[in-house]
């Protein structure tokens, strides 16, 4: 037997007169007396009316019907309805206002990577401000009320900053999960506790071209940093995030064995498992322009240069007796600095202070009747005018290397025109110009036997940076060409080698080259070339092969900079001062103190119960 249709149940509405005639009004979808505050499921005429009139029959005999008075009434009891609403409304929203206030200022906090128990100090600073700023303010009471509600007590700015780390974490992911290629740069160092931290960035490239590149984690390694030990920590965080390392293009990391070994290395163990695609590898191009440095060895200069300055500074007594000394004298500066010989610029500021200030070392020197031959010797004094020039230079190209949203095309652009310059600043020595070398013109100038001056002779220590640089790089020699048509495709080529170069970095299938051509005839895009986002209007159907090399090429990571930088940051925060920070909150702290992504303060607060602080 089949099943009678069932009755399709009908939908009252209210009507707005009804508020003047039966004094109720909607809140909620539902309908409420406003005499009495009863509360009626369904809008319909006859309940309303047989509730007004069973209960407030005396009602019209105040206030006749259709009356101004009636009118009147009605009014006032709808506005004290929502003003009693409000009592209960207006707390919850300041209780959420003053939860996201409390997200923000522990953001904040993690960004200039405080520790958590600065939250209370920020806040006595709010009401020293409350009680200051608003003296004279008819509400001060209620400023003050509400400022002292906000939650920043240190477990609770600690939960915040856990909170906002996962909410970034996901974000990371989710465009990590949309991106067409990523790349990565590894990096691994010692935090004050000797825990051992690998520090890993992402450069994601989306299908409209544009890119993005964040911190993706830090991992902890508690024993051993051998390359294993580091592939079986990235890979276990593979695994539990479900990362799509099959969109992998290149990673980036810095010489240690442990990453570039031949057998055990990370990059090594990574290519032979079968879950990781084909990569690029490149050895990060700032470490090796710094070891490309070293090629040149003054170590009879930069000894003493170091010895001296060492003797002046590590004694109280004689660092302030040098500075009161540069003080008479009125010196350019104040104080020589120390050498670190890990730090990247250390070494030319250095050198470049100890030239400036060399009048009042000798000075300094003779008041303690201490002799120093080399000071004296013409040559040792030429050497150290070229280490200094140098090393300069050195300083203003590993300057141009740094920094974020430095992709690979930039730095071999950057390479490139200091091996260009090499060239010249040779060719210049041999003819006796010292226009590119002031520190060496300047020492040239103050010895005595003008005829002891042989510019030419450092000729042979340009050369060898030079040789030091073409062997460090010829890795992205290879990529030249690629990244130049990449850049601008409608540069005068020879398709048939550029398009070999390709074929050597991507392994693409045949068809390249008629892409290039296809792609260099194309007169509306000729008419774009200049567009910022080019290859986001190349069409991805026409040129499949073409489209897919330019966003790999834009997710290239050349060095691993945001990993130093990440470095810099941790030493602050997991300072002796916090030495017994858990790695979990290292993490969200670091990550937050680096991520270039917003929380979702409203999600955040949203997602749990306001309370305002005690």
């Known amino acids: 037997m089949a099943e ?8 009252y509405h209210f009507h707005e007169e009804w508020e003047e005639e039966f004094i109720f009004t909607m809140v909620k979808d539902k309908c409420v007396c406003m005499l009495c505050h009863q509360t009626l499921a369904l809008s319909k005429r006859g309940n309303l009316e047989r509730h007004h009139n069973t209960n407030h029959d005396k009602f019209k005999d105040s206030f006749p019907g259709k009356s101004a008075i009636r009118a009147r009434k009605v009014a006032e009891l709808k506005a004290g309805l929502k003003a009693q609403q409000s009592l209960f409304t207006k707390p919850a929203t300041q209780n959420k206002a003053v939860t996201e206030a409390s997200f923000r200022i522990s953001h904040l906090l993690a960004k200039h990577k405080k520790p958590f128990t600065d939250g209370d100090l920020f806040k006595e600073a709010m009401a020293i401000t409350a009680e200051t700023v608003f003296n004279g303010f008819k509400n001060k009471d209620d400023i003050k009320t509400a400022l002292r509600s906000v939650q920043l007590g240190p477990n609770t700015v600690a939960r915040r900053v856990e909170e906002m780390s996962g909410d970034v974490d996901r974000q990371v992911l989710k465009d990590l999960s949309h991106c067409e290629y990523f ?124 010895k001296l300055i060492n003797s002046i500074r590590a004694k109280a007594l004689q660092h302030r007796l040098f500075k009161a000394l540069l003080d008479e004298l009125d010196a350019a500066y104040g104080d020589l600095l120390l050498h670190a010989d890990v730090r990247w610029l250390s070494r030319g500021k250095v050198l470049q202070r100890f030239v400036d200030l060399l009048p009042e070392i000798k000075t300094f020197l003779e008041t303690r009747n201490e002799e120093h031959e080399e000071l004296s010797d013409d040559q040792w004094l030429l050497d150290l005018g070229f280490l200094t020039d140098l090393t300069a230079k050195l300083n ?44 060496l013109e300047k020492m040239s100038q103050a010895i005595g036997d003008k005829d002891a001056f042989h ?67 194309d007169i509306e895009l000729k008419a774009r070339a200049r567009d910022s986002n080019f290859w986001g209007i190349v069409s991805r159907e026409k040129f499949p092969l073409l489209t897919s090399c330019a966003l790999r090429v834009s997710a290239y990571f050349g ?30 702290c670091l990550r937050l103190a680096v991520s270039s992504y917003e929380p979702n303060y409203k999600a955040l607060t949203d997602s749990i119960q306001s309370q305002p602080s005690h």
């Open 455 to 521: 510019p030419e002779q450092y000729c042979v220590h340009l050369d060898k940076v030079a040789a030091e640089f073409s062997r460090r790089f010829a890795e992205l020699d290879v990529m030249e060409d690629v990244a130049a048509f990449v850049l601008n495709p409608f540069l005068t080529i020879d398709v048939e080698q550029v398009s070999g170069k390709f074929q050597q970095v991507f392994a693409l299938p045949s068809g390249v080259d008629m892409e290039m051509v296809d792609l260099q005839n």
């Open 396 to 439: 203003a190209l590993n300057n141009e290397l740094q920094g974020k949203d430095r992709h690979l095309p930039h730095m071999i652009s950057a390479v490139n025109a200091f091996k260009a310059k090499l060239g010249v600043w040779n060719t210049q020595l041999k003819n006796g110009r010292l226009t590119h070398f002031p520190n």
């Open 183 to 306: 790349s990565l740069q590894f990096d691994e160092s010692l935090d004050v506790m000797d825990t051992a931290q690998l520090v890993v960035f992402v450069r994601m490239a989306f299908p409209d071209s544009t890119t993005k590149e964040d911190l993706l984690t830090l991992l902890h390694l508690k024993e051993r940093t051998r390359g294993e030990d580091i592939y079986n920590a990235f890979k276990k965080y593979v695994r539990d995030n479900d990362i799509p390392i099959h969109k992998l293009v290149a990673i980036t990391t810095d010489g240690a064995p442990a990453m570039r070994g031949v057998r055990a290395g990370f990059i090594a163990l990574c290519r032979n498992d079968q879950d990781f695609p084909d990569f690029v590898n490149y050895h990060c191009v700032i470490h090796q322009q710094a070891l490309a440095g070293k090629a040149v060895n003054f170590s009879q200069v930069m000894t003493l240069v170091v």
């Open 559 to 588: 060095s691993t900079y945001l990993c130093e930088m990440a470095f810099s940051q941790m030493k602050i925060i997991k300072s002796k001062y916090r030495s017994h920070l858990t790695d979990k909150h290292l993490t969200d």
């Open 4 to 11: 009678a249709p069932r009755k399709k149940s009908k939908t």
